[in-house]
T-cell receptor, first 117, second 119 residues
Framework: GAVVSQHPSRVICKSGTSVKIECRSL??????MFWYRQFPKQSLMLMAT?????????EQGVEKDKFLINHASLTLSTLTVTSAHPEDSSFYIC?????????????FGSGTRLTVV | AQKITQTQPGMFVQEKEAVTLDCTYD???????LFWYKQPSSGEMIFLIY??????QNATEGRYSLNFQKARKSANLVISASQLGDSAMYFCAMREGLAGGTSYGKLTFGQGTILTVHP
């Protein structure tokens, strides 16, 4: 089946620093990747959609200069949280889509718990 | 307006009993897809079941079945013979529009339901 690897699983960073989260599709080509943010016991909120080789499309209210998304290849997308602040602490999860069977239409990474201190 | 609504913040069920998690949706598209995911405390999203808007039969996957009532715009998840390991948060999600090509459109998620299975 389709596998998406997300790293790191947990990260603690100091306020004002930047953090990069990687999302890799291991056995399929992900033409589209989605980045979500989730607060405890809440739903997944879509932050942005990235298509390989083009600029990401951000959802309303998401600061594109703060959450930089790069999708340079068909197997890798990165989310960089720039100048992180404590309010950016959250669970970030990616989802990769490469078409094919609907069962594998959206394959999720295991998520990254970001804590900004 | 909410596109996906899960009205049960929390549900409790006895082990080996069946439980139904509610999901209603709102869309004007003729072609759409409905998904259910399980999210344990570890955070990973586990795909459970899928129902396409044109599928005439209700989807089933092992102990999971989807009660699809198109006219009511509801897609409830039924878990039969609950197990302790079923305790988790469950999300209903919808993809709108035509699927095709090499990728699909975005998923919209409901608020989620926390299911607790008691021994």
């Amino acid at each position: 089946g389709a596998v998406v690897s997300q790293h790191p699983s947990r990260v603690i960073c100091k306020s004002g620093t930047s953090v990069k989260i990687e999302c890799r599709s291991l056995d399929f080509q992900a033409t589209t990747m989605f980045w979500y943010r989730q607060f405890p016991k809440q739903s997944l909120m879509l932050m942005a959609t990235s298509n390989e080789g083009s600029k990401a499309t951000y959802e309303q209210g998401v600061e594109k200069d703060k959450f930089l998304i790069n999708h340079a290849s068909l197997t890798l997308s990165t989310l960089t949280v720039t100048s992180a602040h404590p309010e950016d602490s959250s669970f970030y999860i990616c989802s990769a889509s490469g078409g094919g069977s609907m069962v594998f239409a959206y394959t999720f990474g295991s998520g990254t718990r970001l804590t900004v201190v | 307006a909410q596109k996906i609504t899960q009205t049960q913040p929390g549900m409790f069920v006895q082990e080996k009993e069946a439980v139904t998690l509610d999901c209603t949706y709102d869309t004007s598209d003729q072609s759409y897809g409905l998904f259910w995911y399980k999210q344990p405390s570890s955070g990973e999203m586990i795909f459970l079941i899928y129902q396409g808007s044109y599928d005439e039969q209700n989807a089933t996957e092992g102990r999971y079945s989807l009660n699809f009532q198109k006219a009511r715009k509801s897609a409830n998840l039924v878990i039969s013979a609950s197990q302790l390991g079923d305790s988790a948060m469950y999300f209903c999600a919808m993809r709108e529009g035509l699927a095709g090509g090499t990728s699909y459109g975005k998923l919209t998620f409901g608020q989620g339901t926390i299911l607790t299975v008691h021994p």
